[in-house]
């Protein structure tokens, strides 16, 4: 079972272009969060989707920034008009159901990590 | 709103060694804890993760924590350091209620031979 996909892994876009970065959750996961990392401090969340849906997204930045997870094919995290400050490494999770979950099994209320997507702007 | 502390930004052990990094953390409802570590250049491996039980709770490469709910505590320790458990490690909290885990600032463990 292969592990939670992101690509690409380094990102790198000047200023007011635009940068896609795309999740594929492990294999029977319908949950996806995304996650940023600033240099050497921890992850802050940005939204929780699930298929088709957008659960919470209250670590968003309400413009510039989008995401979908549609019926077929990977979550997407969009940033419009990119600048330096965008300079991050994101993380998405998936998990097979809700952390909150009553599904106390032993991995169902993990969130398992892909490597990143490392985003670099110039 | 929820919250975690990692007090200490660096923690230095011997080999053989125990060792122990400290959390805190602040969330209404039922806490559910979570230790993960992180390699450099890479994600976020899962550690180990206490949601309700035992107190002590027993995960990956030999780690433990202990949930202490009086002092608000989920320390993550080992019986004796190897040198490959030099990494950055992430405590993170969540409740009955929601989605979003919150991280701490992490800790950076350093393990010398």
Not at chain 1, 57 to 70: L, N, Y
Not at chain 1, 87 to 92: I, W
Not at chain 2, 85 to 93: G, I, R
């Amino acid at each position: 079972n292969a592990g939670v996909m992101q690509n690409p892994r380094h990102l790198v876009r000047r200023r007011g272009q635009e940068a896609r970065l795309r999740c594929s959750p492990m294999k029977g996961h319908s949950h996806v969060y995304w996650y940023r990392q600033l240099p050497e401090e921890g992850l802050k969340f940005m939204v929780y989707l699930q298929k088709e849906n957008i659960i919470d997204e209250s670590g968003m930045p309400k413009e510039r920034f989008s995401a979908e997870f549609p019926k077929e094919g990977p979550s997407i995290l969009r940033i419009q008009q990119v600048v330096r400050g965008d300079s991050a490494a994101y993380f998405c999770a998936s998990s097979p159901y809700p952390t909150s979950g009553r599904a106390l099994g032993e991995a169902k209320n993990i969130q398992y990590f892909g490597a990143g997507t490392r985003l670099s702007v110039l | 709103a929820q919250s975690v502390a990692q007090p200490e930004d660096q923690v230095n052990v011997a080999e053989g060694n125990p060792l122990t990094v400290k959390c805190t953390y602040s969330v209404s409802g039922n806490p559910y804890l979570f230790w993960y570590v992180q390699y450099p250049n890479r994600g976020l491996q899962f550690l180990l993760k206490y949601i309700t039980g035992d107190n002590l709770v027993k995960g990956s490469y030999g780690f433990e924590a202990e949930f202490n709910k009086s002092q608000t505590s989920f320390h993550l320790k080992k019986p004796s350091a190897l040198v490959s458990d030099s990494a950055l490690y992430f405590c993170a909290v969540t409740n009955n209620a929601g989605n979003m885990l919150t991280f701490g600032g992490g800790t950076r463990l350093m393990v010398k031979p």
